[in-house]
């Protein structure tokens, strides 16, 4: 398998579950990405893993926590969402070394 | 503060014919610019892209263009086809972001055949 993979493709969650998206690259990239999008808006960064570490973190709220286990694995927990939480989900890869990223197929999140 | 502006939101082209797609930008920090596409449940895939020292880069139906005076890009495809429409995002970057993206919202591209 190539590319970045995302799973699930879909999910509903109501506002008290806890669920985990899940995102894994098989490009040999040493940087991960969690973008959010929301419709008819600019794609907004999340996180930023570069070698497993967390370089930025832009003032998300702690109902979304990530977790990087190694350079290839990607995880975004969600818990106590609210509705305007639901959006679309991107994971993204790169070499970290120019702005050329590879994006996952995404995450459509639904809260209700 | 929008600093990456895709002013519309959608177009339409006659298949065959050029479509441009314009962005804007607030920051003249930015030294690097960038265009993804979008099909429907698929992620962006990076597209083509310009440094702030030239003005011109051409990859085969699709060329760049950057004007720093109007802090104006555009994207041109010539001749436009089907599998062309999709959402087209346009993207920015300056040295010290640590090759950080700022998007714009997007323009929706529609090949009319």
Known sequence: ?112 | DQQVKQNSPSLSVQEGRISILNCDYTNSMFDYFLWYKKYPAEGPTFLISISSIKDKNEDGRFTVFLNKSAKHLSLHIVPSQPGDSAVYFCAASFMDSNYQLIWGAGTKLIIKP
């Open chain 1, 1 to 112: 398998e190539t590319g970045v993979t995302q799973t699930p493709r879909h999910l509903v969650m109501g506002m008290t579950n806890k669920k985990s998206l899940k995102c894994e690259q098989h490009l040999g990239h040493n940087a991960m990405y969690w973008y959010k999008q929301s419709a008819k808006k600019p794609l907004e960064l999340m996180f930023v893993y570069n070698f497993k570490e967390q370089t930025e973190n832009n003032s998300v709220p702690s109902r979304f926590s990530p977790e990087c286990p190694n350079s290839s694995h990607l995880f975004l927990h969600l818990h106590t969402l609210q509705p305007e939480d639901s959006a679309l989900y991107l994971c993204a890869s790169g070499t970290g070394r120019d702005e050329k990223l590879f994006f996952g197929s995404g995450t459509q999140l639904s809260v209700l």
